[in-house]
């Protein structure tokens, strides 16, 4: 009888052990649920990306792709005044996407290709990519989004917005501006987090960095396999 009273005893203390476990687990869970996503969606609300597809994986190809980058990115270092802030970055584009098109266009059509140039902006999801010392999360950004005749070839990503990439003979310069207007919007912490996780000593933004990583990729899994059924 005793040992029947001991064997119950345990098993009652296990599955409370195993409940409170269980209950604390969650609660981590959709702790870092939260925080990734607002994380990500803080960043996501002060950068513009800019996403460029090839019409296909040939050379020529996707060499045009490159020079379609070159063109809009001098276009936009142009025409956007210097010092405006995304809002107004956003209302130009949004004002003058057809003359973005043209740029896109104009490129293809000097360089003998009569392939259709398709310019869009809206909100696309993104894998993570690094830009020099700056590192962007997965996740859905406001994004143009350029494609080149069938649009099968290897993309090209980038932030058009504070304007990271600037093309200067087929390598990249992040201005000091730039970093420091993104630096400005997105607050120290949030300037750490993109810039220090390639710091593999820096344990606590490699992990929070994960996170919001894990987070978003999870969630465009999701869309996707969601997308797919309905």
């Not at 119950?8 to 203390?13: D, P, R, Y």
């Not at 004002?95 to 696309?124: F, H, M, T």
């Not at 005749?149 to 093309?167: I, S």
Request: glycine content about 6%; some cysteine; charged content about 25%.
């Amino acid at each position: 009888m005793l040992e029947r009273y001991r064997n119950v005893k345990k098993a009652s203390l296990f599955r409370r052990f195993l409940s409170g476990t269980i209950h604390v687990t969650v609660m981590i869970l959709v702790l870092c649920i939260a925080y990734g996503g607002l994380t990500q969606k803080r960043i996501a609300d002060n950068i513009v990306r800019l996403h460029i597809i090839a019409n296909s994986d040939q050379a020529a190809d996707q060499e045009l792709k490159l020079k379609v980058r070159d063109a809009v990115l001098d276009h936009m270092r142009n025409e956007l005044p210097g010092g405006a802030s995304r809002e107004e970055a956003v209302a130009y584009i949004q004002a003058n996407l057809p003359e973005i098109q043209k740029v896109a266009e104009r490129v293809l059509r000097e360089n003998g290709s009569d392939e259709k140039v398709v310019a869009r902006y809206g909100a696309y999801p993104f894998p993570t990519r690094s830009y020099g010392n700056i590192t962007l999360p997965a996740g859905t950004y406001e994004s143009v989004r350029i494609e080149l005749g069938e649009a099968k070839g290897q993309n090209w990503w980038c932030v058009m917005f504070p304007p990271l990439c600037v093309a200067d003979n087929n390598t990249f310069q992040i201005p000091p501006e730039a970093q420091e207007q993104l630096q400005e919007t997105l607050g120290v912490e949030g300037y750490r987090l993109i810039t220090d996780v390639s710091d593999a000593k820096n344990t606590e933004v490699q992990v929070k960095f994960r996170i919001v990583e894990w987070v978003q990729n999870s969630r465009l899994k999701l869309e996707e396999l969601f997308s797919s059924l309905f």
